[in-house]
């Protein structure tokens, strides 16, 4: 009798399998072959990539490595003669935009190598410019760059109080 049982939940189990259409193991199935993509030419890939020639986010990093080239060319000039605003705004600007280029749809890389190029270029003009301070002053950098720190804020105090002014100046005429 125990083998008639057995006989009848194999069979039951065929049953089951077959009416599924699935099969319980993977060494019975059969592979597919994968769908045929027509293979594109490298200009026609970048003509229709979300990144590609036609977008602008292939033009703005395009033009984007004429700031970086214009860093660089300040290289030659002195010190002293740099701003270190700009050089602090170009840092800021290369760090902050370079972590955004991974966030957005589509991950643009271009950008995001542009932009950190434009930050290394920051970063050295801004330490070319501390280090020339540091040596006509003789003192720390952290000292000069709370000194410049202290003048940006004093600039900035002195145009909002011009700013003011002319707002109560339209205000009341």
């Known amino acids: ?5 057995g006989l009848r939940l ?7 399998r077959a009416s ?20 594109q030419s490298l200009a026609q890939r970048l003509w229709t990539s979300p990144v590609g020639v036609k977008t602008v986010h292939f033009w703005a990093p395009v033009m984007k490595w004429i700031l ?5 060319s300040d290289f030659a000039r002195p010190a002293e003669k740099l701003s270190l605003t700009q050089n602090l705004a170009l840092t800021a600007t290369g760090a902050i935009w370079t972590r955004w280029c991974f966030v957005i749809k589509p ?16 970063v050295t003009q801004v ?14 950098i952290g000292a000069i760059a ?8 004093e600039r900035t105090k002195e145009a909002a109080k011009d700013v003011g002014a002319k707002v109560k100046g339209s205000v009341s005429a």
């Open 68 to 72: 970086v080239l214009a860093g660089i």
């Open 10 to 16: 194999l069979q039951s189990c065929r049953q089951i």
């Open 146 to 153: 709370e000194e410049n720190a202290q003048d940006v804020a």
């Open 127 to 140: 330490t070319r410019i501390l280090l020339h301070q540091r040596s006509v002053k003789n003192g720390t």
């Open 107 to 122: 991950k643009n890389v271009l950008l995001a190598a542009v932009n950190f190029f434009l930050g290394c270029v920051g």
């Open 20 to 39: 599924s259409g699935r099969t319980i193991s993977k060494r019975y199935q059969a592979t597919q072959a994968a769908p045929t993509v027509p293979t």
């Open 1 to 5: 009798m125990s083998s008639r049982a």
